[in-house]
């Protein structure tokens, strides 16, 4: 099979803004669904309460802000302002309920505007443990069997233990697939344009997790033999881009400044988990234990004494990158506040790295193919200059 059919695909469901296939879901299957904001949310317990989780990643660069400014200070990033478009607009009517995870204050303040935009819906604010000990982790359970009793309500399906063990069954075998594609793309980064990978990667927001996975794999199948030449472009990291997503405008224009993205942080939810989660007697317990002990380093996760510089460090190293592209929505705080401590880090590991913003709907690609472009060349020539 040829990989472009299987990326037009995605390409169409990437500029859905009106959720077609999500509404095509729900007259096949009669069932419900929940979108969730970035970055993280445990899709197995939505999954296995018979709902389909729907990732929402804002308006991207298809959607005209025209009432959502007014919902914010111009100070803030852009994703929330695209999401009260969208819902303004009735993009996001066939969504039965949504959820908030904690991640910032924007996000916090976006639920309580859900609450008063959309009172008839189910909308809940998911907030996450901040200690990771004992008490963290009974918190964190409460937090997740509470969560489980609403989805059951709204879609009037027990999740029972076998469900629940199906469910993670599914989300472990799609973990998998795209660790595969990481790797693949780490490997030989010619056979898996990091733009392909994007799309695939979004996709998986609005399919069922096993049409997903399946996809995933007819893909791998297609790019281990795809004929694509191998340039001689530098390989990096992006890092920054774990909430408000960069247009696929802005990732090609990466790609295509002579660097071969080697690992990144966008769409992070669906990477969130580093390994797969147990299925067992009690798979609730499973799923809470798998969030506290096996997840990634980001800035929206404080883990006490955790040295975010070190986990990058080390994820260029193991993906044997030449630098580290920071690349944040503006006005992020969570990245932006994280940025030093990266290069900080980089900077005592002697790893190059070039730092910029960007916008969902940012229009000025030219300047960041530029300045992606010049950071190759300048390892290519120096090795190490930022
Ligand atoms: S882009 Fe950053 S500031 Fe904006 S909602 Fe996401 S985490 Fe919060």
Redo the contacts with the bound molecule.
Sequence with gaps: MDTQPIIDRCERLYRDIGLGSVQAWKQRTGGKAIGH???YVPRELIHAAGLLPVGIMGGGDDVEIIRGDAYFQSY?????RSTVELGLAGKLDCLDGMLFPA?????RN?SGMWQMMFPHKYIKYLDFPQTFNDAGREFYRFEMAELLLELEALSGIHASAERLNHSITLYNANRRALAELYDLRAAEPHRVPTSELYLLQRAGNVLEVGEHTTMLHDYLGAARISNRPLRDNVRVVATGL???QPPLSMVRAMENSGCYIVDDDWVLGARYQLGDTPVGDNPLAAIVDSYMSGTVAT??RYVEGDDKGAFLVEQVRQRQAEGVIFA??S?????LLDRPMGQKALAEAGIPYTSFTYSENTGQVQVIKEQAGTFADSIKLWGAVT
Excluded: K, M, S
């Design positions: 904001l970035p970055v803030i990033c852009h994703l929330p991640i910032c204050d924007v996000i976006l774990f909430c408000e800035a929206t944040a929505a006005f992020c705080d969570p990245a």
